[in-house]
């Protein structure tokens, strides 16, 4: 199995009622975690790489990293950059042998959004790259970026025919509720189904993508706290609301406080229960399986790509 864009996966996600995990990397144990995963559960994933992750683990290591994965499970698997903050570093993705790329212009007017995002899709799509754009915005962190709650803003679905229409992008990332990181309401947790079913009408059979989509799993807030970590008030998009997003427009949901979390949980847990270690791989070989096995709960019970691979 090659690489592949996005273009058929989201198609037989929307058809299907159900949505593509998008789990961001950045080492070869959350690799190996997450597509050894989607391997048992026989489901398409998309591997997704942020600035910073490149900045962290270096392009050239992580396609290599990528590609391996691939020769090794025979899935199919979409290599995506996260959060395009520009068109050089699209370009540089592309160039690289990406198979997919998001352009962020979410934070710009409407009109120069558009403008960033076409030209990142003529580049893209001659290349037989697929592109994801943003309207409305999340808020929380990305890379170095904090948005407050009150700078960020819902998606306006009256804007998104228009912004579709002009960009020729593949897919939307829509703001509904969702934010970066571990903490993402204070109160109750609410999503405007209102609005992505309003955007939904608007652009019939197009792929929605949700960000800050993490559940912020309790069994590892609690993991963390318990080994000496501090993550009062952590919480996340329950299960039940992601799983009705999925069997609506949205084709791809965005993972990556949760393996993080799991990542350090484990870690935590085990240095607590053996202070005598120092071998890498007993601690990241057991943060490995908590990935895999986060992974396939999702597939299975959230994303409901199981055996669409
Ligand atoms: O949306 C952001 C992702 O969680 C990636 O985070 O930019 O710190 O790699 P990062
Ligand atoms: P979480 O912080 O909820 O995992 O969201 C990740 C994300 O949207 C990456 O683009
Ligand atoms: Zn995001």
Not at 27 to 51: D, R, T, Y
Not at 156 to 163: C, L
Not at 276 to 301: C, N, S
Request: proline share 4%.
């Amino acid at each position: 199995m090659p690489l592949v864009n996005s273009k058929e996966m989201f198609a037989k996600a929307y058809a299907g009622g159900y949505a593509i995990g998008a789990f961001n990397v950045n080492n070869m144990e959350i690799i190996q975690g997450i597509v050894e995963g989607a391997q048992m559960e026989k489901a398409p994933v998309i591997l997704q790489v942020s600035a910073g992750a490149r900045k962290y683990a270096n392009h050239t290591y992580l396609m290599k990293l990528i590609e391996a994965a691939i020769q090794e499970s025979g899935l199919d698997i979409v290599v995506h950059l996260d959060h395009g903050p520009d068109f050089a570093t699209c370009k540089s993705c592309i160039d690289g042998g990406f198979t997919s790329v998001m352009i962020d212009g979410s934070h710009l007017p409407f009109e120069e959004n558009i403008r960033l995002t076409k030209e990142v899709v003529e580049y893209a799509h001659a290349r037989g790259v697929t592109v994801e754009g943003e309207l409305g915005r999340l808020a929380g962190v990305e890379d170095d970026i904090k948005v407050s709650a009150a700078d960020s803003s819902y998606t306006r679905p009256e804007e998104v025919e228009e912004f579709v229409t002009k960009t020729g992008v593949d897919s939307l990332a829509i703001a509904i509720g969702t934010s970066h990181g571990a903490f993402k309401f204070k109160g109750e947790p609410l999503l405007r189904f209102d609005i992505l079913e309003e955007v939904e009408k608007r652009l019939p059979d197009f792929p929605i993508v949700l960000h800050g989509a993490s559940s912020v799993i309790p069994e590892y807030v609690e993991m963390i706290n318990q080994y000496g970590g501090k993550m009062d008030n952590a919480r996340g998009v329950p299960e039940e609301m992601l799983r009705k997003a999925a069997s609506m427009a949205v084709c791809k949901i965005n993972i990556d406080s949760d393996l993080r979390l799991a990542f350090t949980g484990v870690v935590r847990k085990h240095f607590v229960e053996h202070p005598d270690h120092f071998d890498p791989r007993q601690y990241l070989g057991e943060a490995r399986t908590a990935l895999r096995d986060m992974v396939r709960h999702k597939i299975v019970h959230v994303l409901g790509c199981n055996n669409k691979g």
